[in-house]
């Protein structure tokens, strides 16, 4: 396969998947990496000396990264002009190399090009964006027992408000859409009609069951004794109370799970453990308020995207904010992994702020690569340049008497301690 502008290094092979989804990693693969718009420049390089760093200490050179820059954001009109943003080979790649990995990309506030993240995602059919919080001893919290914070969030990452139907108030389609809500559909609730935008969204059972399914089998497989669905479904009844109402479904057909005192909680037992599991449910709000109150009672999180997107968020300022929170985003086969934080435009370029996120997103395409020894190498060399309190600005202004590193001194920094 050529490529216009991507570059195949010559040393590498590509990682191939398997009819049952298991994955063939060579020694030596290809993996497409995106550096990303703003902060993009500072953390992608780091990740990856941070990667390679690991990777030789784990295998002693019997196994090695074969990175191969592909382009999207800010970068990609650069290299391809105009106003490509998101060039067809870079999908492509994503797609034929099956795990990659990502730097943030800007999407500009309330008109401009739709989120290129967002379009990465749904063209490649990335419905699970999964997002682990957990907390490193050392690292600066507003909670008081902040290690009761361990959840892994499964946010539904094809449907919802993100699929970007939407219509500008009194451009002729919101109209169009406004007439026939009053007019066809008897609607007597659109407050002002005259100025009102109109966005629509869809939620599917197949869609919100695959997610769950994924949520509830990650559960059994790291043995976790709750899986909560997350969704506002007392007032968005047909969508969010849908989800609900779907998740409990497939838990009792699909995994045998039964209702606890007349539903609709439901438990089942762990087919590989024999421990119970509870799949219960919250409502949006209430989940906000209770992860500050009681984060120990929730584990596996299961919920629609927009939920996830602010649930991902707070959760991560609970263990130290955004700079050491990671992510997936998941099909069957294809997985790139991502931060859960943006550009941080303000920092771009100062090699100022926290690779951690990106990094522990490598640490998770590691073990979703099998290499877990280089995997387990990251989380100790991290735990131990945050317990050296030689750490970024965001932990440095946080806790007395640390020393604020550079971005890229951090990184050498969490090489240092891989034991
Ligand atoms: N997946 C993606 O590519 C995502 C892209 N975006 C996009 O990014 C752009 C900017 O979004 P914005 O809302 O400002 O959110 P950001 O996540 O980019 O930044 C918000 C704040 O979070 C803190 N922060 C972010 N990253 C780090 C880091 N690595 N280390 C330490 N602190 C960090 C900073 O806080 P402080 O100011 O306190 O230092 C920063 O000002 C938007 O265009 C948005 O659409 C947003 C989220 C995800
Ligand atoms: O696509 C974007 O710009 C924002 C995405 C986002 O906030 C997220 O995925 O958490
Ligand atoms: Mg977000």
Redesign the pocket.
Known sequence: MGFEHIKIPEQGTRITANADFSLNVPDNPIIPYIEGDGIGVDISPVMIKVVDAAVEKAYGGKKRIAWMEVYAGEKATHVYGGDHWLPTETMEAIRDYVVSIKGPLTTPVGGGIRSLNVALRQELDLYVCQRPIRYFTGVPSPLKTPERTDMVIFRENSEDIYAGIEWAAESPEAKQVIDFLLNTMGVTKIRFPESSGIGVKPVSRDGTQRLVRKAIQYAIDNDRDSVTLVHKGNIMKFTEGAFKNWGYELAIEEFGATELDGGPWCTLKNPKTGRDMIIKDVIADNFLQQILLRPQDYSVIATLNLNG?YI??ALAAQVGGIGIAPGANLSDTVAMFEA?HGTAPKYAGLDRVNPGSIILSAEMMLRHMGWTEAADLIITGLSGAISSGRVTYDFARAVEGTTELSCSDFGDNIIDHMA
């Open positions: 997107d991902s968020d859960t």
